[in-house]
T-cell receptor, first 116, second 108 residues
Framework: DAGVIQSPRHEVTEMGQEVTLRCKPI?????LFWYRQTMMRGLELLIY????????DSGMPEDRFSAKMPNASFSTLKIQPSEPRDSAVYFC??????????????FGAGSRLTVL | KNEVEQSPQNLTAQEGEFITINCSYS?????LHWLQQHPGGGIVSLFM???GKKKHGRLIATINIQEKHSSLHITASHPRDSAVYIC??????????FGQGTRLTINP
C-alpha cells in the first residue's frame, strides 16, 4: 500500500484565493482525519469522518473551512477565502477503527500551505 | 492548563544515552499514542496503548492509568532518533488531543 497520499505537498497562494487540499486514505480504512500543525498551536484536529460521514467538525476554525468525503477513497479540505493566518502544515490521517474504538493512525506526508 | 503536558520540551543527549520523555494528561482517555515527527515533517505512529507497557526495538512505552502518566524510553540512543516526539490521548471515539511535543537531539 502506498500509504496516505496528500496533494499538493506545497502550496503558495495569495490572500483571498481558494485552496483545495486532497487526501487519499489507505484502502480499507474507515476513518479519516484532517489535522493542522502550526508552531504556535501544535497539532489540532480539524474534522474527522467515519465511513465517509463527518463525525466531529468542532475543530474547523470558521466558515471559510469546509471538508468533504464523497467516497471512501477521497477527501478534500477547502479554504475559501484563504488568509495569511491559515498558513500551516495540513495533515490527513486514516485508521481502521477496531472494536476498542481507537486505532493506530497512519499519517500522510502533509501539505504545507503558505498564504501571502 | 493544557490537557496533555509533555516534558521536557527540548532534550539534547549523547549517542548511547538512555532517554526518557514524559507525558501527563488531565482527562479520561481510551488510549494514549506516541508519535514521531522527523525534521522532514512526516509523522509516524510509534505506539498506541491503554495499559501496561509496549516495546518495539529500542523503544519502550509505559502508561500508568491511575497516575495519568506515560513515558517513552529510548535505549542506546542514536542520532537517527533525533526528532520531535508527540504524546496524544484519545477521548472516546477517535478524537486526539496532542501535547506540544518534545524535541530530541542526539549528538554523535
Amino acid at each position: 500500500d502506498a500509504g496516505v497520499i496528500q496533494s499538493p505537498r506545497h502550496e503558495v497562494t495569495e490572500m483571498g484565493q481558494e485552496v483545495t487540499l486532497r487526501c487519499k486514505p489507505i484502502s480499507g480504512h474507515n476513518s479519516l482525519f484532517w489535522y493542522r500543525q502550526t508552531m504556535m498551536r501544535g497539532l489540532e484536529l480539524l474534522i474527522y469522518f467515519n465511513n465517509n460521514v463527518p463525525i466531529d467538525d468542532s475543530g474547523m476554525p470558521e466558515d471559510r473551512f469546509s471538508a468533504k468525503m464523497p467516497n471512501a477513497s477521497f477527501s478534500t479540505l477547502k479554504i475559501q477565502p484563504s488568509e495569511p493566518r491559515d498558513s500551516a502544515v495540513y495533515f490527513c490521517a486514516s485508521s481502521d477503527r477496531g472494536s476498542t474504538g481507537a486505532n493506530v493512525l497512519t499519517f500522510g506526508a502533509g501539505s504545507r500551505l503558505t498564504v501571502l | 492548563k493544557n490537557e496533555v503536558e509533555q516534558s521536557p520540551q527540548n532534550l539534547t543527549a549523547q549517542e548511547g544515552e538512555f532517554i526518557t520523555i514524559n507525558c501527563s494528561y488531565s482527562v479520561g482517555i481510551s488510549a494514549l499514542h506516541w508519535l514521531q515527527q522527523h525534521p522532514g515533517g512526516g509523522i509516524v505512529s510509534l505506539f498506541m496503548l491503554s495499559s501496561g507497557k509496549k516495546k518495539h526495538g529500542r523503544l519502550i512505552a509505559t502508561i500508568n492509568i491511575q497516575e495519568k502518566h506515560s513515558s517513552l524510553h529510548i535505549t542506546a540512543s542514536h542520532p537517527r532518533d533525533s526528532a520531535v516526539y508527540i504524546c496524544a490521548v484519545s477521548q472516546g471515539a477517535q478524537k486526539l488531543v496532542f501535547g506540544q511535543g518534545t524535541r530530541l537531539t542526539i549528538n554523535p
